[in-house]
C-alpha cells in the first residue's frame, strides 16, 4: 500500500469508508481498486476560515465537498471555490439507513485540500505551491491557508477485518468480495446485502472493534 502526505486527500467517517471500500475498493477485487488494503485512521484538528464560519446561522466548519483524485482536485469549479472560502476542509452526507443502494447509517465524507490541489500527485512543483499553499499547517489558526492539521492515528488492513488470510490465494480460486451487478461476492459473504441496514450496522460494529482492540487507548 502507497503512502501518501497527509494532504489533498478525501477522508471519511468511518461509515462513509466502509462505503466507498464496499462500493468501489473490493467491487473491483483481484486486484482491488486502486490496490487498496488498509483503512487508515486519521486525527483531524481544524478551524475554519472566516468566510466558512460566517456562511451560516449555525456557523458551519465545513465548506462543499471536493474530490481529491490522485492529490488534484477533479470536479469544476475549485478555483473558485478556494477563492471564496479559503482551502477550507469539505464535507458531505453520502449514505443513510433508510434508503440508497448502500445503507450506512450516516455516512460522511471530507475533503482537506493542501498544496497545488489543481495538480496531481508528483507535479506539484513551481507557481502553485506559491499561489495555492492549501489549508494544511501545524496549528491550525482559520486563516485561508491554515485550516487543519491531519496525523496518523492507525490502521486495520481490509484482509483481517474481513477474515482473508491470504489474498493471493484468495484470487487465485477465483474467489471475489464483491460483485456490483450481483450484490454479492463468489466464495464470499463479508460485503453481501449493503441494502440491509442491520448487515451494513454489523459491518461498521466489527469495524470499530477491531480498531479498538488494536489501539485501546
Same mark, same amino acid.
Given at each position: 500500500?502507497?503512502?501518501?502526505?497527509?494532504?489533498?486527500?478525501? $477522508?471519511?467517517?468511518?461509515?462513509?469508508?466502509?462505503?466507498?471500500?464496499?462500493?468501489?475498493?473490493?467491487?473491483?477485487? %483481484?486486484?482491488?481498486?486502486?490496490? #487498496?488494503?488498509?483503512?487508515?485512521?486519521?486525527?483531524?484538528?481544524?478551524?475554519?476560515?472566516?468566510?466558512?464560519?460566517?456562511?451560516?446561522?449555525?456557523?458551519?466548519?465545513?465548506?462543499?465537498?471536493?474530490?481529491?483524485?490522485?492529490?488534484?482536485?477533479?470536479?469544476? @469549479? %475549485?478555483?473558485?471555490?478556494?477563492?471564496?472560502?479559503?482551502?477550507?476542509?469539505? !464535507?458531505?452526507?453520502?449514505?443513510? $439507513?433508510?434508503?440508497?443502494?448502500?445503507?450506512?447509517?450516516?455516512?460522511?465524507?471530507?475533503?482537506?485540500?493542501?498544496? !497545488?490541489?489543481?495538480?496531481? #500527485?508528483?507535479?506539484?512543483?513551481?507557481? %502553485?505551491?506559491?499561489?495555492?499553499?492549501?489549508?494544511?499547517?501545524?496549528?491550525?489558526?482559520?486563516?485561508?491557508? !491554515?485550516?487543519?492539521?491531519?496525523?496518523?492515528?492507525?490502521?486495520?488492513? #481490509?484482509?483481517?477485518?474481513?477474515?482473508?488470510?491470504?489474498?493471493?490465494?484468495? !484470487?487465485?480460486?477465483?474467489?471475489?468480495?464483491?460483485?456490483?451487478?450481483?450484490?454479492?461476492?463468489? @466464495?464470499?459473504?463479508?460485503?453481501?446485502?449493503?441494502?440491509?441496514?442491520?448487515? %451494513?450496522? $454489523?459491518?461498521?460494529?466489527?469495524?470499530?472493534?477491531?480498531?479498538?482492540?488494536?489501539?485501546?487507548?
Amino acid at each position: 500500500a502507497a503512502n501518501y502526505a497527509m494532504e489533498n486527500v478525501d $477522508a471519511g467517517n468511518l461509515a462513509g469508508v466502509l462505503y466507498y471500500v464496499n462500493h468501489e475498493v473490493v467491487s473491483v477485487s %483481484c486486484p482491488r481498486h486502486y490496490d #487498496i488494503t488498509r483503512i487508515i485512521r486519521l486525527k483531524a484538528t481544524m478551524r475554519a476560515t472566516w468566510e466558512v464560519y460566517t456562511s451560516g446561522a449555525q456557523h458551519p466548519m465545513f465548506m462543499p465537498f471536493v474530490a481529491l483524485d490522485y492529490g488534484a482536485c477533479s470536479g469544476p @469549479g %475549485c478555483p473558485q471555490m478556494w477563492a471564496k472560502w479559503g482551502f477550507n476542509p469539505g !464535507c458531505q452526507y453520502v449514505t443513510n $439507513a433508510n434508503s440508497g443502494p448502500f445503507r450506512y447509517a450516516h455516512g460522511v465524507w471530507y475533503s482537506f485540500p493542501g498544496k !497545488c490541489p489543481s495538480r496531481k #500527485i508528483g507535479q506539484k512543483v513551481g507557481e %502553485c505551491e506559491r499561489t495555492e499553499p492549501g489549508g494544511s499547517c501545524a496549528a491550525p489558526t482559520g486563516a485561508r491557508d !491554515c485550516t487543519y492539521k491531519l496525523e496518523y492515528a492507525g490502521e486495520v488492513s #481490509i484482509d483481517e477485518l474481513t477474515g482473508i488470510p491470504d489474498y493471493g490465494a484468495f !484470487c487465485a480460486q477465483h474467489r471475489r468480495e464483491y460483485l456490483l451487478d450481483s450484490g454479492h461476492g463468489t @466464495g464470499f459473504s463479508w460485503w453481501d446485502a449493503p441494502t440491509d441496514p442491520g448487515r %451494513c450496522a $454489523a459491518r461498521l460494529k466489527m469495524a470499530e472493534d477491531l480498531f479498538a482492540s488494536k489501539y485501546p487507548n
